[in-house]
């Protein structure tokens, strides 16, 4: 056999002096042998390194491969690696294998991920995804069997299960607690685009926060951005207001890194801040950074453990999960606001 190349069926065929069908057989325990030749089969395959080709096998047969697809919209960020971890902590106890690929947000590039996926014929399917994506093409695939969820969004022209964060919620017990500490002008820098679903369902906890307190919704103190240097300039932007917020709320943590950035830039220690996900290091930032924080492990095995449930036959209903968040206050969020500054009378 030349070298560095990988070992065949033939050639551990060749090694022990049977055919390839008979080696298949004992790989594949589908046909008759003695413990003799399998006893010799087994020793060439280690002796030669040989991997059996598990994807061509399957697709030969006709059965499922034993991996699981998941789809993220950027391989970057830490929320969906620790997502991913959740996942494969759930699969590998049932000998599955996590394979993951990055949408980069483009319908046209997750749509083609899902379809090498599907080539493969992976157990399941997860799905994180990209804006404007159209997932109806799952429509047949589902129906067949495969278990399809989706995370942190739902998705689109398909009913399936979804597990997502308690965004609302989350962001309206932040911004309340803004509320409590005297804020009434609070920025909020969302992601973009508007119309993603986390960022629709983050403003609507603000504006819930604010209608309950009482306070004016002000269209100026709302902006969005997809990136830290984005979120850095529009943190420019709100505190050049004529009446600027006191405190800003980051729709996530990519945001929240360009506000912190900003704000250091500018040495402005006066501003009271809160993050919708928490960030490595938040609690030694100066000031420690209040966040509410989602939980992508436990999203992940959610959905892990969901799918594994329609694996095995679970036909019931699909549904939405959420997963609580939590508030974690450190001392950004207990900036007060400053008093405001009392007006000169003139003679």
Do not use: W
């Amino acid at each position: 056999m030349a070298a560095n190349r990988r070992p065949t069926l033939a050639d551990v065929a060749k090694e022990v002096g049977v055919s390839a069908k008979t080696v298949s057989r004992v790989l594949n325990e589908d046909g008759p042998s003695s413990p003799e030749t399998r006893e010799r089969v087994l020793a060439a395959v280690a002796k030669l390194g040989f991997q059996p080709n598990l994807m061509a096998r399957n697709i030969r047969v006709g059965g499922p491969d034993t991996t699981v697809g998941l789809v993220v919209p950027d391989l970057g960020n830490p929320f969906f690696g620790t997502v991913a971890s959740g996942i494969e902590d759930i699969v590998r106890s049932r000998g599955l294998t996590l394979l993951m690929g990055s949408s980069a947000e483009d319908p046209d590039r997750e749509k083609a991920l899902i379809q090498t996926f599907l080539a493969r014929r992976v157990s399941m399917l997860m799905v994180v995804p990209a804006f404007g994506a159209d997932h109806s093409h799952l429509k047949a695939p589902r129906a067949a069997g495969l278990p399809v969820v989706f995370l942190d969004r739902p998705g689109v022209g398909l009913s399936a299960d979804c597990v997502v964060s308690s965004n609302r919620t989350g962001v309206h017990e932040g911004v309340s607690h803004l509320v409590a500490r005297g804020h009434s002008r609070i920025g909020f820098i969302g992601d973009l685009p508007a119309k993603l679903y986390t960022r629709r369902e983050r403003l609507a906890g603000y504006r819930l926060a604010l209608a309950e307190a009482g306070l004016p919704y002000d269209r100026a103190l709302v902006s969005g951005a997809h990136s830290q240097d984005g979120a850095a300039s529009e943190t420019t932007a709100l505190l050049s207001l004529p009446d600027p917020p006191t405190a800003i709320f980051a729709g996530n943590n990519m945001m929240a890194l360009g506000v912190i950035a900003q704000l250091a830039r500018a040495r402005r220690k006066d501003i009271a801040l809160i993050t919708f996900d928490d960030l490595p290091l938040a609690e030694t930032l100066e000031p420690a950074l209040t966040v509410v924080a989602q939980d992508p492990a436990t999203i992940g095995e959610t959905a892990a453990k969901t799918a594994l449930a329609r694996l095995d036959g679970d036909h019931s209903r699909v549904r939405t999960i959420m997963v609580p968040t939590r508030l974690v206050i450190r001392s950004s969020s207990e900036l007060l606001p400053r008093p405001a500054e009392p007006t000169t009378a003139r003679n």
